[in-house]
């Protein structure tokens, strides 16, 4: 099925621990971006990309590293995961200067301790 | 910096009502405005899209509407039901790299 998708669904991580939160997309959208999600805050941009080889940061990127060597993929990097990185994490594709808007993936509930 | 703002923040009504979630933003030059819809634990579900250049949408009970010059937008959902019930966040594309600015989204609880 064409969509967005995202692994792990659910991860637990202890403190100063790193990880990957991986997304892929089969849509072939240029604009791929990682967004967090918290109670009351609604989602909040991480990073985005307009294409392969080009990232920029969001709202709140500090602890989080992406990369985009291909069009299909954009992982999440956890440097050094802390406490208050615990939230759910959505990926997020569209096109460019097309009027699709955009698809989100299931998410990935990360907890950290 | 562009701002969105739903109100009610959450909303019960009987099976059957028609309603309106509202979502307003701050900085109107917007490239286009997206609803979405969220259960409980899942993803985002994309419901209706307006580009800034329209003024409504429709897919089958649902309408949204969008006033760029006013800042607002609205979705109004005809004869209710309870698979309804769901978290409604209103998203606005500035157009930059088409980042979305969401609301804090309004929780809606259709009983019967």
């Known amino acids: 099925n064409a969509g967005v998708t995202q692994t792990p669904k659910f991860q637990v991580l202890k403190t100063g621990q790193s990880m990957t939160l991986q997304c892929a997309q089969d849509?072939?959208?240029?604009?791929m971006s990682w967004y967090r999600q918290d109670p009351g805050m609604g989602l909040r941009l991480i990073h985005y990309?307009?294409?392969?080889?080009?990232?920029d940061q969001g709202e709140v990127p500090n602890g989080y590293n992406v990369s985009r060597s291909t069009t299909e993929d954009f992982p999440l990097r956890l440097l050094s995961a802390a406490p208050s990185q615990t939230s759910v994490y959505f990926c997020?594709?569209?096109?460019?200067?097309?009027?699709?808007?955009?698809?989100f993936g299931s998410g990935t509930r990360l907890t950290v301790v | 910096k562009q701002e969105v703002t739903q109100i009610p923040a959450a909303l019960s009504v009987p099976e059957g009502e028609n309603l309106v979630l509202n979502c307003s933003f701050t900085?109107?030059?917007?490239?286009?405005l997206q609803w979405f819809r969220q259960d409980p634990g899942k993803g985002l579900t994309s419901l209706l899209l307006?580009?800034?250049?329209?003024r409504e949408q429709t897919s089958g009970r649902l309408n949204a509407s969008l006033d760029k010059s006013s800042g607002r937008s609205t979705l109004y959902i005809a004869a209710s039901q309870p698979g309804d019930s769901a978290t409604y966040l209103c998203?606005?594309?500035?157009?930059?790299?088409?980042?979305?600015?969401f609301g804090t989204g309004t929780r809606l609880q259709v009983t019967l």
């Open positions: 997020a594709s569209s096109y460019d200067k097309k009027p699709g808007g955009y698809t």
């Open positions: 849509m072939n959208h240029e604009y």
């Open positions: 990309s307009v294409g392969a080889g080009i990232t």
């Open positions: 900085d109107s030059a917007i490239y286009n």
């Open positions: 307006i580009q800034s250049s329209q």
């Open positions: 998203a606005v594309n500035t157009g930059t790299a088409s980042k979305l600015t």
